[in-house]
């Protein structure tokens, strides 16, 4: 399943890129957060420590040549209809590899409101290692339904990561569970051909029904039909299930800073 320390990525990478740096490694973010985490518990009594921060080994100091963290390989598509479902079951926590999404959201008001901001990803298997960091940047700068991230911004920002698993072909339109399963959904319509998912817990955080999330999922993916004429579609549907880890940027800075104390 998704970790903190995979959000942590997702930042650093985002962070360095808009500072033309070279961002730390997966390698070397997971042991310094299980570090930081297990220093904040024992010196706040009565935080609990953290399950992912078991007998970490002594911090190291980060080596200025550390291995770069983005891809050389072009990007997977966010969506493709070519692509195949992956066969992959639960996670382990030390699962390297995984089809993935980061999402960016914005935190705003005092009652932390939560906004869409970018999310794109990937059905095929990604090492987490090259996938995290290269889908944090696309999903920052290259969702077109919005304009890229802007450092001025990055205080606002929470970064969410869901690594999927679990996919599976589904009986039907309605062979899913809301809370359970993301959906993912392909359908032809007068010779054009249309595609479009939602992560696990969309439809369950906008309180939508199946019907209400496969007709939002329709207009989605593009296709401009008359509302009476959607269910009479026939859509493929693959489910699968994921479960998301999410930071923000508040936490992101303070770990920074502890590890820049450390160095």
């Known amino acids: 399943m998704a970790s903190a320390a995979h959000c942590l990525m997702c930042f650093e990478a985002l962070d360095a890129h808009l500072d033309d740096r070279k961002p730390l490694s997966l390698s070397e973010i997971e042991p310094s957060w299980a570090l930081y985490t297990s220093s904040i518990s024992d010196s ?6 953290t399950d992912q921060a078991p007998k970490a080994p002594a911090l190291r100091r980060l080596a200025a040549d550390a291995d770069s963290s983005e891809s050389s390989s072009s ?3 966010a969506w493709s209809s070519s692509t195949p479902a992956t066969s992959i079951s639960s996670l382990s926590l ?3 590899s995984a089809p993935l999404f980061v999402t960016w959201n914005t935190i705003s008001g005092d009652d932390d409101d939560v906004s869409l901001r970018g999310c794109i990803g990937t059905f095929e298997s990604q090492p987490l290692a ?5 889908y944090a940047i696309i999903s920052a700068l290259h969702d077109t339904r919005f304009s890229p991230i802007s450092r001025s911004e990055l205080p606002s920002l929470q970064a969410a990561v869901t690594l999927l698993t679990d996919f599976e072909e589904a009986d039907d339109a309605y062979d899913w569970e809301v809370g ?11 010779g054009h051909r249309y595609g479009a998912t939602y992560l696990p817990d ?3 955080e906008q309180g939508w029904t199946q019907d209400e999330t496969l007709y939002s999922l329709i207009r989605k993916a593009g296709w401009m039909g008359g509302r009476s004429a959607w269910n009479s579609l026939e859509l493929k549907v ?9 930071l923000n940027y508040p936490e992101f800075k303070k770990w920074k800073d502890w590890l820049a104390s450390k160095q």
């Open 180 to 190: 359970t399963h993301g959906i993912r959904l392909s359908f032809t319509d007068r």
């Open 75 to 77: 990007a997977s598509p």
């Open 94 to 96: 030390g699962v390297s």
């Open 130 to 134: 090259i996938g995290l960091p290269e």
């Open 202 to 204: 969309v439809a369950a």
């Open 238 to 246: 693959t489910r699968y299930q994921g479960k998301k880890a999410s």
């Open 44 to 49: 706040e009594p009565g935080v609990p420590k």
